[in-house]
C-alpha cells in the first residue's frame, strides 16, 4: 500500500523536526524551530533563492533546515525509497539558480507545502517567537 505525497511530506518533516532536536543542543534547536516558523513568511516575500541563501549565510541558523528542504525537494518527494545522502546545504539554491521558471515555481510550491508539515511539528514542540537569546 502506498502512501500519498502528503503522507510522505509529513513523514520526511517528522524525521528532519526530531533529528534536529537530537542532534542541535536546546539554543540551536531553538533557533531552528524560530527559522523554520519565519521561512514560508521569507519565501511568499522574498522568494525561494533569496530566502534559502538568507538561511545559508547566517552562521547562527542551523543547517539542518536548507539541507531538509533541499532532500525533500530535490530527491525524496519524487523517489521515496531513495537511498541518496543529504545533499550539501547549497544545493538546493543551486538548483534554484540552475533551473527555470516552472522548476523555480514548483520547488517553491513543494517548499511551502512541506513547511506547513515542519511547522506543525515545529509548533507541537513549542516555539517561542519573541525570545530574545534566540
Keep these: 500500500m502506498s502512501q500519498t505525497l502528503d503522507q510522505r511530506r509529513a513523514k520526511h518533516a517528522w524525521n528532519a523536526m526530531t533529528s534536529a532536536k537530537r542532534n542541535l543542543?536546546?539554543?540551536k534547536f531553538a533557533k531552528y524551530k524560530v527559522e523554520a516558523k519565519k521561512l514560508p513568511t521569507r519565501i511568499v516575500t522574498s522568494g525561494l533563492g533569496p530566502a534559502i541563501a538568507f538561511l545559508n549565510a547566517k552562521e547562527k541558523i542551523p543547517v539542518n533546515l536548507a539541507i531538509s528542504l533541499g532532500d525533500w525537494v530535490l530527491d525524496k518527494r519524487r523517489n521515496a525509497n531513495s537511498d541518496r545522502?543529504?545533499?550539501?546545504?547549497?544545493?538546493?539554491?543551486?538548483?534554484?539558480?540552475?533551473g527555470d521558471s516552472e522548476s523555480l515555481r514548483s520547488a517553491t510550491n513543494e517548499c511551502l507545502a512541506y513547511l506547513q508539515w515542519l511547522n506543525r511539528f515545529v509548533e507541537a514542540e513549542g516555539v517561542d517567537l519573541t525570545d530574545d537569546n534566540i
Design 25 to 27: 543542543d536546546d539554543t
Design 85 to 98: 545522502p543529504e545533499p550539501a546545504k547549497d544545493d538546493l539554491l543551486k538548483s534554484i539558480i540552475g
